[in-house]
């Protein structure tokens, strides 16, 4: 209909997990599950029911005219064939541009769509409705979603994403398992599979390992080679080599940041903020600005005080929360962790040593999650704007825990003792054992968690039917999927998903290289073949050993970018240190020709970090032109309708004309038109409104408040208040 061509076979993509039992006949049409199951298909989903070895699964999949009306009811933007971004219209599906497979609507889109239809199975009648489950009775209260009744009873165990099984394939082979192209990804199918945020990981763990080729080329030149008396002339030069290769990278990963944006056609006025939880409430700033400006009402006064209030009081309590964190950090972790690095270098037993680190790394466990337990009680005070704001503050304050952990004992040796062989045992053990312990333990963790839990429910079905002998199996791939671990992350799954851990893990990465470049130039050749693999072996997680994540939207690193830049800046004074060091073998720490001119060369590296920032755009020329033309053909577009609608203006509102000067009626006419534009905009029944008079519509206009309204109404008002004549 509508043009609309023939729609893709049905996919299945939620499954919703209840407990297996037997029904009784008669108490079919009172079953809970029957009911959800019968809410599923009125609101539109196509439902499939599978019976597993203990828990019943129900698969849900939403036909492409369900999504679109869904997509239109939530006023979802998409980009249209023309640039423009518009709020889609089933009935003008043909307008908006497609995804590179051919689909629709993205993988964050069609979250968002399933999400709210999920939620949509509320109790319209206007008194309760009596449920069965098992004996059990269940009160469904009017308006209360049932999905969220059934979840507080218990009886809805989980809803997850699936994996779409031809698509997954298709990936496996393209990404996952080519391992010839090292470092070519599939970016756009992983962006249409698992959404925005994931793809951007790829992509930047692409590019960073691509450009790791120089630095690791020349660090091996420099432990193969041996240079002799010119050693304190190769060393300042390979260190500021590094540093315009870091502050290099991360200009032209903004580039390709924007043009990434750019080319998926990335739009965030609706629903960024979903996408964390398939089900459950979401973290909400304490009061937002819309209900600072319903309670200020007309009152500009206070409704500017209120604003500034609002604004200072969330600075205030931003800084107050850093502030606890900073001094918790300084305070307690500091000196464990100085202890812990003396005591390791005085202690001569490699046994006691040994010892040492593991009740270290217990201890460190301990901390860590206190830590992320603070931050998160510290983040539900804060007036974040959305989760993603709330993730990245939760990325700033648990990234000092770490930043401690990982780096104080390193700065220890290289400062204070400043013993180079211990320093590179150090790094070494960090760099290489940590990172192949880690990819170890990140990969089979989830597979042997897998085969546990495969294993015990085999043997409780076999402990159920004592009388069978035959092989019991997993005859359905959804119950498999059910059995996998999520992509979570190690603190506060209710903020982050596993793409915490991965970016901690290439940030702690960059410091390591960076900061301590010139006492181990081998580390950029060993964290260059550790990111080979960890591209295959993170997609290999994402696509078998784990259930589908749940899709982010954000378009950016976010507060990880922040954080490398930081490690960028730290990297210089560190590495200006050791080259104090390689310079004053004597220790007398004076002031040489050399010694100035590390000095000197540390303040000019600071000057050409923050001035590289102009000399390469963060926003490529190609990106900068569609951009512009995409405002100016909205302009034109909107500026010809406005014309069109101000010179039929008393047609189209009945007649009505105001009777005053013709000033008055052209800039009555302005208003009437943008606001019967907004109303259309927003899918309001202009006519029902509009046959009341204008004097009555211009007091419904006012009266239905700002947040049902656009922008642009707000614009119309501001340049005065409608007049009822």
Request: proline residues 3%.
């Amino acid at each position: 209909m509508n043009g609309v061509e023939e729609e893709d076979p049905i996919v299945y993509e939620i499954a919703v997990v209840v407990p297996r039992r037997n029904l009784k006949l008669e108490n079919e049409g009172y079953d809970c599950v029957e009911v959800l199951v019968n809410e599923f298909r009125n609101v539109g989903f196509v439902v499939e029911r599978v019976f597993g070895l203990h828990d019943e699964f129900i698969k849900l999949a939403a036909p492409l005219e369900t999504l679109g009306r869904v997509a239109a009811r939530l006023n979802m933007k998409k980009t249209t064939h023309i640039g423009v971004d518009l709020q889609f219209e089933w009935e003008e599906i043909e307008a908006f541009v497609r995804q590179s497979d051919g689909s629709l609507f993205s993988w964050c889109e069609r979250f968002q769509c399933y999400r709210h239809l999920i939620h949509e199975t509320v109790n319209k009648k206007n008194s309760d409705i009596t449920l069965k489950f098992d004996g059990k009775e269940i009160q469904w209260e009017p308006g209360e979603s049932l999905l969220q009744r059934l979840e507080l009873e218990g009886i809805v165990k989980q809803v997850f994403p699936l994996h779409d099984e031809t698509k997954r394939k298709k990936l496996l082979r393209s990404w996952a398992l080519n391992w010839w192209d090292v470092t070519t990804q599939p970016i756009d199918e992983i962006n249409v599979y698992f959404g925005t945020k994931i793809a951007v990981y790829f992509a930047f763990l692409g590019m960073y390992t691509r450009w790791m080729i120089f630095p690791a080329a020349f660090g091996l030149i420099l432990q193969l080679v041996d240079f002799g008396s010119l050693k304190l002339l190769v060393f300042p030069a390979f260190f500021i080599s590094i540093v315009l290769w870091a502050v290099l990278f991360f200009q032209f990963w903004k580039r390709k940041n924007s043009a990434l944006s750019a080319r998926w056609h990335l739009n965030f006025s609706a629903g960024t903020s979903h996408g964390y939880k398939l089900s459950g409430s979401e973290w909400n700033c304490l009061q937002p600005p819309m209900e600072l400006v319903k309670d200020s009402g007309i009152d500009k006064t206070k409704e500017k005080e209120d604003f500034q209030r609002y604004e200072w009081f969330g600075y205030l309590r931003r800084f107050r929360n850093d502030a606890i964190v900073i001094l918790s950090i300084i305070c307690l972790q500091l000196p464990f962790e100085l202890a812990y690095a003396h005591l390791y270098e005085v202690i001569k037993s490699d046994i006691m040593k040994f010892g040492l680190t593991a009740v270290y790394l217990l201890v460190i466990q301990y901390f860590t999650k206190i830590g992320g337990k603070l931050s998160i009680r510290l983040i539900k005070h804060e007036n974040n704007e959305s989760t993603e704001y709330q993730a990245d503050s939760l990325v700033y304050k648990v990234f000092g825990l770490y930043f401690m952990q990982s780096y104080i004992g390193v700065f220890y040796h290289a400062l204070l003792h400043r013993n180079l062989m211990t320093l590179r045992q150090v790094l070494i053990q960090r760099m290489i054992l940590y990172e192949v312990f880690e990819n170890l333990l990140e990969n089979s963790l989830p597979y042997l968690k897998y085969s546990y839990k495969k294993f015990r429910a085999v043997r409780n079905k076999k402990k159920r039917e004592k009388g069978s002998t035959g092989k019991i199996q997993f005859a359905t791939r959804v119950e498999k999927e059910y059995m996998k671990p999520t992509y979570s992350a190690s603190i506060c799954e209710e903020l982050e998903d596993g793409l915490f851990d991965d970016f901690l893990e290439l940030a702690l990465q960059f410091g390591m290289i960076m900061m301590f470049a010139c006492a181990f130039p081998l580390a950029f050749a060993f964290s260059a073949l550790s990111n080979i693999a960890e591209m295959r072996t993170d997609a290999l997680k994402l696509l078998v050993i784990l259930r589908r994540p749940v899709p982010r939207a954000a378009a950016t690193i976010g507060a990880w970018l922040n954080i490398f830049q930081f490690l960028i800046l730290m990297s210089i004074c560190t590495n200006s240190a050791l080259l104090v060091w390689l310079y004053d073998q004597e220790g007398k720490w004076k002031i040489e020709p050399g010694l100035a001119a590390i000095l000197v060369m540390e303040h000019v590296l600071l000057l050409i970090k923050f001035g590289f920032s102009r000399f390469v755009p963060e926003e490529p020329a190609w990106v900068r032109a569609k951009r512009m033309k995409n405002a100016t053909q909205a302009q034109a577009m909107c500026s010809k309708q406005l014309l069109r609608s101000i010179s039929g203006g008393d047609k189209a509102f009945g007649g009505y004309i105001p009777r005053k000067t013709s000033d008055d009626v052209q800039f009555f006419s302005l208003k009437l038109a943008i606001a019967r534009r907004v109303m259309r905009a927003s899918r309001a029944t202009m006519s029902s409104v509009t046959s009341l008079g204008a004097p009555k519509t211009f007091a419904y206009l006012t009266s239905i408040g700002h947040d049902s309204l656009s922008p642009s109404l707000d614009l119309s008002l501001e340049l005065g208040r409608i007049e009822v004549f």
